[in-house]
């Protein structure tokens, strides 16, 4: 299976322009940036992808070893890079994705120029050394514990569903068939790496210009963490949304779109 | 019959007079909203509850006051502020409708309020986001079930492991002591079922050293069949072998008798074997195969041979005991003699004249690879084609 089938990889916009990476955090797929990516398509090669085992991203994409770790998420991504020769990146993650995307820059440094990080977490559990994540263990099982109850309808609740949209009528099957994809090993999978990972230690070693998106009310990255991640951030800024929850670029696309391309426009 | 709150009644209403044709006063808008049998509750598109109904009260415990201004993620629990801010929000956002999530809601008193969940997002004239409407089920009978059933699973996933674990047990025992090697000699083995989640077959492999030490034995079977049943036959033969053999007989009586025990074994009614006595020190060799392959020879400076000789019918299928055939070969120092079933080079596709073919032809390019490593490339070459997926077993000595 090649890497573009894999990752279920969609490019849009000129063939030689500057590259924009766009990665979906945990849950859902690339649709997350449908109302995002698209504000860039004129000037921006841009690269939308699926974690392994989510959205159009085939279930035997996903390797228990490799997805055992956010390394094997991030070998995925520079994947992509490589295979589309994707260089002076500019590096779009959402949620956990975001650091995916700084450990694939920590890895490959010459690859990305920038990185964008929407509501991004290092760590989502508290620490015993006085770092606040905002979880504790017992969140993690609960958590499992939903995905377990919300599979038995999985696949019927997110029956088809009749687009506001009529701009673009395909949405709708397009989306059921994505959103009720993923099997919910790989989802408790992911979420245990995800909600298990400590990624503290790659920030210092970030030589790209960073942009850290924080939400207000946001109950997976709050903005203390929001914070942590702006001050160990080498070279970063921090910009605040008034925009509240985990999911700016559903729930407030304008906004986050003006901050990336503030971001994008100082250089 | 139906009646709306603001109807006047049926046109036979008032010949019948009867009380069902009358207005309902309790069915107005907002009594069906308060007092529905769900909860309701409407809230901005960034979760601030704006309006709920009387039945949420009633179930939660809450009072209007606690709710309002608060946002309806933070009434979940457990697991249910990710779901909700990772599946639920964009799942809203994207589609414009949830069904069916189930979570659980915080009650004034503490306790948890398993509910199922649908929402609808209202849009404005310029299609942003204007309202959420969520209704909420009591699931509380359901969700009882729904643990069952996760239980259930858990409990036959947890039955599955010990299966495998009793399946690993069992290949372990039934293979037990096949020899690695000894004075004079090395035995390399390999072994794979057929039935991937099950470690067993009706393949098995076996050296050991005959009473005084001078003569190793080998022998290399295959009982028709699959799975767990094959295997327990396939145990038994082996077995069987080991204590024939003790017992002074050669390669034919062995098979002899062992043919007369096939059939007392309810699961083996046919079998194939070969099996080879070495002397060790002089390297002759005397071998019988009853239906099974031939083995093959590697010998110095020659080309790999098949061994045809004593050659009788598959176990299980007669003649009577004392005709089997036998033959001998000398074992030089250096050369190599491998027993193996036919899963490693049968194929539906092909004539056996071909598969053995390719078979002598893989060994002749492998030969000198040291044990191990011809075992595993032999073994990875000829399988390369497989096509119905068999039992495996390869038995390699080297003098």
Known sequence: MDVVERSNVTVRGPAVGPAMVFAHGFGCDQHLWRLVAPAFEDRYRTVLYDLAGFGGSPVSSFDPERHGTLQGYADDLLDVCRALDLRDVTFVGHSVSAMIGVRAAVEEPDRFARLVLVCPSPRYLDDDDGYVGGFSAADIDGLLDSLDRNYLGWSSAMAPVIMANEDRPALGEELTNSFCRTDPRVAKAFARVTFLSDSRADLPRVRARSLVLQCAHDAIAPTVVGEYVHEHLPSSELVLLDATGHCPNLSAPTETVAAIEAFLEAG | ?399
């Open chain 2, 1 to 399: 019959m139906s009646v709306g709150g603001g109807s006047e009644g049926g046109g036979a209403g008032g010949a019948d007079g009867g009380p069902s044709e009358a207005p309902i006063p309790l069915e107005t808008a907002e009594d069906l909203y308060d007092r529905a049998p769900c909860g309701y509750l409407s809230t901005r598109p960034d979760g601030t509850i704006v309006r709920l109904n009387r039945t949420l009260l009633d179930w939660t415990g809450h009072t209007a006051d606690e709710l309002l201004g608060r946002r309806f993620v933070d009434l979940l629990r457990g697991g249910g502020p990710i779901f909700h801010e990772t599946h639920f929000q964009p799942l809203l956002l994207i589609q414009g409708e949830v069904r069916e999530i189930a979570f659980d809601l915080t009650c004034a008193d503490g306790t948890a309020l398993p509910v199922l969940v649908n929402a609808v997002l209202v849009r404005d004239g310029a299609g942003e986001p204007l309202v959420v409407r969520i209704v909420v089920y009591d699931a509380t009978a359901r969700h009882g079930y729904e643990q069952e059933l996760l239980r259930a699973r858990l409990r036959a996933e947890a039955s599955e492991l010990q299966l495998r674990g009793v399946a690993e047990t069992l290949q372990r025992s039934l293979m037990h002591g096949t020899l690695t090697g000894g004075d004079g000699f090395t035995v390399e083995t390999l072994y794979r079922p057929a039935v991937e989640s099950l470690e067993v077959g009706g393949d098995w492999h076996d050296a050991f050293a005959l009473p005084g030490g001078a003569t190793v034995a080998l022998s290399v079977g295959d009982v028709v069949g699959r799975g767990i049943r094959a295997a327990c036959a396939m145990g038994q033969l082996r077995s069987a072998i080991r204590a024939i053999a003790t017992t002074g007989a050669g390669p034919a009586d062995t098979l002899d008798l062992l043919g007369a025990f096939v059939g007392g074994v309810p699961d083996a009614k046919v079998a194939t074997v070969a099996y080879a006595q070495l002397h060790v020190a002089t390297g002759e060799l005397r071998y019988a195969c009853a239906g099974h392959l031939p083995p093959l020879l590697l010998a110095p400076g020659r080309d790999v041979e098949l061994l045809w000789d004593g050659r009788s019918r598959p176990l299980g299928l007669g003649p009577a005991a004392g005709t089997t055939a036998e033959g001998v070969v000398a074992i030089a120092p250096g050369a190599r003699v491998v027993l193996y079933t036919d899963g490693l080079v049968e194929r539906r596709t092909r004539d056996i004249d071909d598969s053995l073919g390719r078979l002598t032809e893989t060994a002749e390019r492998l030969r000198d690879r040291p044990p191990h490593e011809f075992v595993a490339s032999l073994t990875d070459e000829l399988l390369a084609d497989e096509d119905n997926r068999d039992d495996v077993c390869v038995l390699c000595l080297d003098r």
